[in-house]
């Protein structure tokens, strides 16, 4: 017949003649006496956990979307071996979603008074700073049958930079910046330009470059080039109220702004121009001001990496007073905001002669490709009224726009891998004119 319960699971362990139908205490005794021994004598050789030394290094910074390695050394002081599972602990940020038990689980073996490495490989999916956790290790005797776990504090922080994706554009605009310096067509006259050369006049060159005086020594009408003076001040400004937390193509229209900002930032320091960035909304949120040509870069990137939309109503009059504090001289004022009407006719416009009246100002927005998508559209009856809606949300955006423009402010409005490219066309063209 067949054993059921205790008789079953002794039978099973060759303690129990089959056909005995209930075992004695002498039996259970018998059986559990030895698996205890077995395992005091595990716990005995397993290496203790607490005395272990544990030390990082590795990288401290990434940009979003690449991996970061951070490596663990494990010392083991005891004259045991250690046979150990471990999990080292990160913000569950740190990685891609389903890939973080394969990545911050390790199995290890050190012998005894040696050490060994470990890497834990990150690949964040935020920006900002992550730190390390408790690293949980559980010591195994040499038979598995009893383990000895505990947690120690090691700390380590990666900062997440932005991505710079636009970085790819910066070779054309450096292209675009050397012919505009290098050039001997006539630049308009205005404040930021230098005098360059003379050369002979041409239909169409601007009038007032004429150079009466060096074309009464010749025979030929001259004029005046001029070339775009260096070191001039450019103040990058970040709206970081709620209409940049929006979400465009699934990222914040913050993120959109900062790449842009980014790549005007490294193409204004090639050009010798001074960069500083202000982040706003009621309060400063970074300040970046005096840095070297060669310095500006990392410095944004690193402001910028912490910096995330405040869900509250920027304070236009806040921003505006910031500004004109930290650029207490003419400059050129880049504003990446939103061109929502209500933010802007409420908002900026009021405050805005402020800054006109001393800086060249130019305002980026983070357009919706999906409003363009949903304007073409066509076939049903929905599909009409989203056009009509997404018609209207066009016009509105074009209404803002030419009311800025007739404050005398450059507007750049543009989808989110169209903002840095055009930003920097609009410096270049500024630039060109004369106007910085």
């Excluded at 039978?11 to 004695?24: N, Q």
């Excluded at 700073?129 to 000895?148: C, H, N, V």
């Excluded at 630049?187 to 005086?213: A, C, H, K, Q």
């Excluded at 363009?372 to 049903?380: E, L, P, S, T, V």
């Amino acid at each position: 017949m067949a054993l059921t319960g205790r008789a079953a699971l002794l039978a099973a362990l060759g303690t129990l003649p089959i056909g005995i139908w209930e075992p004695s205490w002498t039996g259970i005794l018998a059986v559990n006496a030895p698996i205890a021994l077995a395992c005091a004598c595990d716990a005995a050789l397993a290496a203790p956990v607490r005395r272990l030394g544990l030390t990082r290094s590795g990288d401290t910074s990434v940009r979003l979307g690449e991996t970061a390695d951070v490596t663990l050394t494990v010392t083991n002081p005891s004259g045991r071996p250690l046979r150990a599972r471990l999990r080292d602990a990160w913000p569950p940020s740190s990685w891609e979603p389903g890939t973080e038990v394969a990545a911050s689980r390790h199995r290890l073996t050190v012998p005894a008074g040696e050490r060994r490495r470990l890497t834990t490989r990150l690949r964040p999916t935020r920006r900002g700073d992550r730190q390390a956790d408790r690293i949980t290790i559980r010591s195994y005797g040499p038979l598995g049958l009893f383990a000895r776990q505990g947690s120690h504090k090691v700390p380590w922080t990666v900062r997440v930079l932005p991505p710079f994706t636009s970085r790819k554009h910066l070779p054309s605009k450096l292209a675009r910046l050397r012919e505009l310096d290098g050039r001997t067509s006539v630049l308009t006259r205005g404040e930021g330009t230098e005098f360059d050369s003379l050369r002979e006049y041409v239909p169409g060159d601007d009038t007032r470059s004429i150079d009466w005086r060096a074309t009464a020594r010749r025979t030929t009408v001259a004029v005046r080039t001029w070339r775009p003076e260096r070191d001039r001040h450019i103040l990058l400004v970040l709206d970081t109220g709620r209409t940049s937390a929006g979400r465009v193509d699934d990222a914040p229209r913050l993120d959109a702004s900062m790449d842009a900002a980014l790549l005007l930032a490294a193409l204004a320091a090639r050009a010798g121009d001074r960069v500083d960035l202000l982040a706003y909304d009621r309060r400063v949120r970074a300040l970046v001001q005096g840095r070297a040509a060669g310095e500006v870069l990392p410095s944004l990137v690193n402001a910028m990496a912490n910096l995330e939309p405040e869900l509250v109503e920027t304070d236009a009059r806040g921003l505006t007073a910031t500004a004109l504090r930290t650029a207490p001289r003419r400059s050129l004022i880049v504003l990446l905001t939103s061109l929502d009407a209500a933010p802007i006719e409420e908002g900026l416009l009021p405050v805005l002669p402020l800054l006109t009246q001393r800086h060249t100002v130019l305002v980026a927005s983070v357009a919706d490709p999906h409003i363009a998508r949903m304007a073409k559209a066509r076939g049903n009856t929905e599909a009409v009224y989203e056009a009509a809606a997404a018609a209207q949300a066009q016009t509105e955006r074009h209404r803002t726009a030419e009311q800025l423009q007739r404050h005398g402010v450059t507007v750049v409005d543009a989808t989110p891998d169209e903002l840095a490219p055009a930003l920097a066309d609009a410096y270049l063209a500024l630039k060109a004119a004369g106007r910085l």
